[in-house]
C-alpha cells in the first residue's frame, strides 16, 4: 500500500509535529531537539528513496499534524476558519504528493 520512502516522510512529519508539542509544554527530562532529530533523519531517508517533489510535501503534512494534536492533546480551539486552513493545507499536501 505505502512505499517506504512514503512511510519515512511520514514519520518525519510525526516527528516535526511531535516537536513542536513538546517545545510548547517544555516536558522535562525529554530534549524537544531529539524529536527534531529524528525527523530529520526521517526526512533524509525518504529523500533517498523517494522524489523530493513528493516527500517535501508529505513532511509538511506536519502542520496539519500540530493543529490536530493541539487541540486533542492540549486542549487548543480551532474555529470554522482555521479547521478549513487545515483541511485545505492537508488536502494541498495530499494532491501534490500523489503519483
Not at 516535526?16 to 516536558?27: I, N, R
Not at 517533489?53 to 508529505?58: C, E, G, K, L
Not at 506536519?62 to 480551532?78: D, I, M, P, Q, T
Request: charged share 5%; with cysteine.
Amino acid at each position: 500500500m505505502f512505499s517506504g520512502w512514503q512511510i519515512w516522510a511520514g514519520l518525519a512529519a510525526l516527528f516535526a509535529a511531535v516537536t513542536a508539542l513538546l517545545a510548547k509544554v517544555g516536558v522535562e527530562g525529554v530534549p524537544s531537539n531529539l524529536a527534531t532529530g529524528v525527523s530529520w533523519l526521517c526526512y533524509f531517508r525518504a529523500l533517498q528513496l523517494g522524489p523530493v517533489s513528493a516527500v517535501a510535501p508529505i513532511d509538511k503534512m506536519s502542520v496539519v499534524l500540530v493543529a490536530l494534536l493541539g487541540v486533542f492533546w492540549l486542549g487548543e480551539h480551532l474555529g470554522p476558519l482555521q479547521w478549513c486552513g487545515v483541511a485545505l493545507m492537508g488536502a494541498g499536501a495530499l494532491l501534490v504528493a500523489l503519483p
